[in-house]
T-cell receptor, first 115, second 115 residues
C-alpha cells in the first residue's frame, strides 16, 4: 500500500545542534515530495519540495532535504537549530501518476529545542 | 497579500447538531482542498475542488459530510448529525492550478469540538 512514514514521533535537540528528520515513502513511482512545518496556532507552511533534478533541495529558514531513491527517503536537515524551530514537521507526497492532487501526510515529528 | 482564511476559528457543538465551516482561498486560486487533522496525526484529505466542481471527494468519511464551492471561490464544509468522533481541526488549502507540483497554501484551521 502507498504510505508515508515518519519514524520519529518526537525529537529533542539542543539549540545550535544539527537536525535530521526522517521520511520514507512507499510508492510505485517516485512521488512529488514536500516538507511542511506547523507551529502552534499557525497554519501549515511549506519548507521545501522536490519534483526532479538535483537531489539536494534548499528551502526556507535554512532547511534542506536530500532525496535518496535507493532508500525511498526524503530526510530534512538543518545544520544549526534555533529555538524558533520548535514545531511539528510533516513530510507529505503527491503521487506522480494518476489523477490525485491531494497531499498524503506522514504522522509528523514533534521537535523540541533545548536552550 | 491575504492568505487562506477560515471561519470560525473554533466551533463547539453538541452531538447531533449541524455545522458549517467556511474557507476563503487566496484570490485567483482555482484549486481548493479540505483536510482533517486529528490530535497527534497528520492531516487527512477530505475533498478537492477544481473551480466549482468536486474533482475528488474520496476522502469524505460518510454521507454526513458534504462540501460546496458554488462560485469557484469560497467553500463551505457541512457536517450533519455531528458525532464526537468528528472532533478535529479542519484545514483548508488552496493552490493556483491543479497540478501535483503546485504548492498548497493552508489556512489556520477550524477546531471543531463535538460534546
Amino acid at each position: 500500500a502507498q504510505s508515508v512514514t515518519q519514524p520519529d514521533i518526537h525529537i529533542t535537540v539542543s539549540e545550535g545542534a544539527s537536525l535530521e528528520l526522517r521520511c520514507n515513502y512507499s510508492y510505485g513511482a517516485t512521488p512529488y515530495l514536500f516538507w511542511y512545518v506547523q507551529s502552534p496556532g499557525q497554519g501549515l507552511q511549506l519548507l521545501l519540495k522536490y519534483f526532479s533534478g538535483d537531489t539536494l533541495v534548499q528551502g526556507i529558514k535554512g532547511f534542506e532535504a536530500e532525496f535518496k531513491r535507493s532508500q525511498s527517503s526524503f530526510n530534512l536537515r538543518k545544520p544549526s537549530v534555533h529555538w524558533s524551530d520548535a514545531a511539528e514537521y510533516f513530510c507529505a507526497v503527491v503521487p506522480f501518476s494518476g489523477s490525485a492532487r491531494q497531499l498524503t501526510f506522514g504522522s509528523g515529528t514533534q521537535l523540541t529545542v533545548l536552550p | 497579500g491575504a492568505g487562506v482564511s477560515q471561519t470560525p476559528s473554533n466551533k463547539v457543538t453538541e452531538k447531533g447538531k449541524y455545522v458549517e465551516l467556511r474557507c476563503d482561498p487566496i484570490s485567483g486560486h482555482t484549486a481548493l482542498y479540505w483536510y482533517r487533522q486529528s490530535l497527534g496525526q497528520g492531516p487527512e484529505f477530505l475533498i478537492y475542488f477544481q473551480g466549482t466542481g468536486a474533482a475528488d471527494d474520496s476522502g469524505l468519511p460518510n454521507d454526513r459530510f458534504f462540501a460546496v464551492r458554488p462560485e469557484g471561490s469560497v467553500s463551505t464544509l457541512k457536517i450533519q448529525r455531528t458525532e464526537r468522533g468528528d472532533s478535529a481541526v479542519y484545514l483548508c488549502a488552496s493552490s493556483p492550478r491543479r497540478g501535483g507540483t503546485d504548492t498548497q497554501y493552508f489556512g489556520p484551521g477550524t477546531r471543531l469540538t463535538v460534546l
